[in-house]
T-cell receptor
């Protein structure tokens, strides 16, 4: 079945460090891929998305590229800030139906 | 514009009791979804409403869970009787329709943390 695997956390980085959170997926067809972020005490917010192969989603300095050949959608940011501390979820949505499949989430803590 | 709201934010009940969770979607969103995250694992889909109709309830774990969306506005998710393994965070999301029956981005609420003792 469809599934998403993302790197386990927690991840702790110093401010201005480079961030990579790995995400790979298994799906039939051509799913859309998403990164959601959950800040403490809040709901999940869409961070970025990509709907077809080689698309790059970007927002707030974060980027992820839809790589069909490696079935990956790794999240990157060049210089993290304390305010980026949150839990990050990778997700896919099949091209049929509207159900999302999420990864387990990766907790990120950025220290000053 | 108000986002998706959920009530309560936390609920602690004993095994065998009943709990009802409520979700108010973004106004005008016909699509409403329930998800659950158990013990730090992945967020799993429970079901999908289109207006008041259940479009997909393939993720509902068993018949102790009952979801309703009377009138196509807010939704409730009742767990009766609750078991220990029902503990987790229950998320609600809503979205608009786009062309061809596909839905737009799902907007999530803050979740309800349910603890069953």
């Amino acid at each position: 079945g469809d599934s998403v695997t993302q790197m386990e956390g927690p991840v702790t980085l110093s401010e201005e460090a480079f961030l990579t959170i790995n995400c790979t997926y298994t799906a039939t067809g051509y799913p859309s891929l998403f990164w959601y972020v959950q800040y403490p005490g809040e709901g999940l917010q869409l961070l970025l998305k990509a709907t077809k192969a080689d698309d790059k989603g970007s927002n707030k300095g974060f980027e992820a590229t839809y790589r069909k050949e490696t079935t990956s959608f790794h999240l990157e940011k060049g210089s993290v800030q304390v305010s980026d501390s949150a839990v990050y979820f990778c997700a896919l949505r099949r091209n049929t139906g509207n159900q999302f499949y999420f990864g387990t989430g990766t907790s990120l803590t950025v220290i000053p | 514009e108000a986002g998706v709201t959920q009530f309560p934010s936390h609920s602690v009940i004993e095994k065998g009791q009943t709990v009802t969770l409520r979700c108010d979607p973004i106004s005008g969103h016909d699509n409403l979804y329930w998800y659950r995250r158990v013990m730090g694992k992945e967020i799993k889909f429970l079901l999908h409403f289109v207006k008041e109709s259940k479009q997909d309830e393939s993720g509902m774990p068993n018949n102790r869970f009952l979801a309703e969306r009377t009138g196509g506005t807010y939704s409730t998710l009742k767990v009766q009787p609750a078991e220990l393994e029902d503990s987790g965070v229950y998320f609600c999301a809503s979205s608009q329709d786009i062309v061809g029956g596909r839905t737009d981005t799902q907007y999530f609420g803050p979740g309800t943390r349910l603890t069953v003792l």
